[in-house]
């Protein structure tokens, strides 16, 4: 009986070829050959905010399930520094403790300022600030939040704003398996697009890019999908475009209103998502009701995630995933 273990691949994206043959080099003929994964190649995540701290149903229902995770605002900056000088991490500390046990807005004094030096340097403390405290228990960092639809930044600082800032980012945790968030919306799931078109979002993400390598960075795109039959071909063709720059894509804030056909549309999305080379994970959708039963999208995710094994033990803990600066 031969084993073979570790072998790293993903079945649904590679072909994998095997070549056996006994220890005196005589060929392994008519041998059944049987091999199962137990370690997911994509990562499918839910966000979830402080309401887990007050609910040990929200807990169950969560640390059940998922082993990838983004606080939907209890890091951004709105919430961390409400008032000019008064930082409070109360809430993105208490959940960042709560992961580990477990194995994109401002806040409205920031636009405030006229002073292009002030903004600069408020927004680098800020940086400073929230790097510097969680360096090494995040995967990634959404350093520029939705920087094509909207360019306050560039508009006070200049066109080389967001690069500074990446930049800047990478010097704070150059040894964290570092990704540099590239967050936009509509740039997958509509077709029509005129702002975050795909030209515009490759063209800033080509000003921008930071010197490093390839796999250190990450494009992130939300997928806010209209409650219609999805346009799957374009969908294909626009994670295409992203996966030929070379970055790993994650789709996040992956959600659809409640429609007739949701789940199948949904299921279809995501299984386009998953089958895609280029992507590597996914998160966010209203998975369950106030009292944590699982809704019909919830139960899907539960049937995919059995699929790939995303709930396994050997997964350890949770991986957090947030900082958001622009608006």
């Avoid at 520094?81 to 008064?86: F, L, N």
Wanted: aromatic share 12%; net charge neutral; hydrophobic share 35%.
């Amino acid at each position: 009986m031969v084993y073979l273990c570790g072998v790293e691949t993903n079945p649904n994206k590679n072909k994998v070829r095997f070549q056996l043959s006994f220890q005196n080099k005589s060929a392994v003929n008519r041998s059944l050959i049987s091999i199962k994964q137990i370690k997911p190649s994509i990562l499918l995540g839910c966000a979830m905010n402080y309401r887990i701290l007050e609910s040990n149903s929200y807990k169950e229902w969560f640390v059940s399930r998922f082993r990838l995770t983004s606080f939907t605002n209890e890091m951004k900056w709105y919430t961390t520094e409400t008032v000019r000088g008064q930082e409070n991490y109360t809430l993105a500390d208490s959940m960042m403790k709560l992961t580990e046990e477990n194995n994109n807005f401002q806040p409205t004094w920031v636009k405030k300022s006229k002073d292009p030096k002030d903004l600069k340097n408020v927004t680098i403390n800020r940086i400073n600030s929230v790097m510097k405290r969680y360096k090494g228990r995040v995967i990634g960092w959404d350093v520029m939040n939705e920087n094509v639809h909207y360019s306050y930044y560039e508009d006070m600082l200049g066109k080389n704003a967001s690069s500074m800032f990446y930049s800047l980012a990478s010097e704070l945790d150059p040894e964290l398996f570092f990704f540099a968030y590239f967050h936009e919306y509509n740039t997958i799931e509509y077709a029509r697009e005129s702002v975050g078109s795909l030209i515009n979002v490759k063209k800033k993400m080509e000003e921008i890019i930071i010197p490093r390598k390839q796999d250190d960075q990450r494009r992130n795109s939300q997928a806010h999908f209209l409650p219609t039959q999805p346009n799957l071909s374009y969908m294909r063709s626009a994670l295409d475009t992203l996966g030929s720059l070379g970055f790993p894509v994650w789709l996040t804030e992956v959600d659809m209103p409640k429609y007739p056909n949701q789940v199948k549309y949904m299921e279809d999305i995501l299984r386009e998502a998953y089958s895609h080379p280029a992507v590597s994970g996914f998160s966010k959708l209203t998975l369950a009701d106030n009292h944590f039963k699982n809704t019909e999208v919830g139960d899907l995710i539960d049937m995919l995630l059995k699929e790939c094994l995303e709930v396994t033990k050997e997964m350890g803990h949770f991986q957090v995933v947030q900082l958001e600066i622009d608006a």
